[in-house]
């Protein structure tokens, strides 16, 4: 059964310029009215109104971008996503503060240390009280529409991402894997991810990796 979420309203709170290793990008924060949780936009270039840009939703993931955890592949997707957005003509980011796919850092450390036990990351999940996924599309979308963006060209393996965008208003014209190669560590995750979330991986070296 979908989860039905009160009607979210995003307001644009800061922007500036941010330069980076992988270039100069157009950093923009989105308050909004559920939680007032601050989510960044990513931007480089200047998206067109009637053209399908190139975005990457991604879910904050301390562990892996802060600390260096080999346990999942957030970090090396984050990293492929603006290297990829800035070789395009314009594209997005959006930087949603969804730690541990909705579930929040604590629960997200519980669930690590359920799986040193030889639970897999849905069944911790689901040991915690927790589906799989409790992250939401409806603000995300409001960030793109915020943006001028109606169209995209999305950069995941995650059918969920495909269709939380289209049921709020998005249209995605085209889906980019954004397959990293794993690890020793993340390998039994990513399977997991596939065989029981439904994410569309290959297990292959991703053709826009690097």
């Known amino acids: 059964m979908a989860i ?6 995003v307001t644009l709170y800061a922007e500036t310029n941010l330069p980076t290793q992988y270039g100069t ?18 931007v480089h270039g200047t998206p067109e109104v009637h053209q399908p840009v190139a975005v990457r939703i991604h879910s ?9 955890s080999l346990k999942c592949d957030c970090r090396e997707q984050l990293q492929t996503a603006l ?9 997005v980011v959006l930087y949603m503060r969804q730690e541990g796919r909705g579930i929040g850092l604590g629960n997200k450390i ?39 963006i109606h169209s995209v060209r ?7 991402k495909l269709s939380g965008l289209s049921q709020h208003g998005i249209e995605v014209v085209e889906r980019l894997p ?3 190669v794993p690890n020793d ?5 990513l399977r997991t991810k596939a065989c029981k979330s439904g994410h569309l991986l290959s297990f292959q070296p991703s053709s826009i990796a690097g």
């Open 185 to 189: 560590l993340n390998e039994d995750y």
């Open 154 to 160: 999305l950069l995941t393996n995650n059918p969920q």
């Open 110 to 148: 519980r669930a690590y240390a359920l799986q040193e036990k030889g639970y897999d990351t849905v069944e911790a999940n689901h040991k915690l009280g927790f589906p799989d996924d409790l992250r939401r599309y409806d603000i995300a979308a409001l960030m793109l529409r915020k943006l001028g």
């Open 178 to 180: 954004i397959q990293i």
């Open 60 to 68: 904050e993931c301390l562990t892996s971008e802060v600390l260096g």
């Open 25 to 42: 990008f157009r950093v923009l924060v989105f308050r909004n009215t559920i939680d007032n949780k601050e989510h960044l936009a990513i």
């Open 83 to 91: 290297r990829y957005i800035r070789q395009e003509p314009a594209g």
């Open 4 to 9: 039905k979420y009160p009607s979210p309203r």
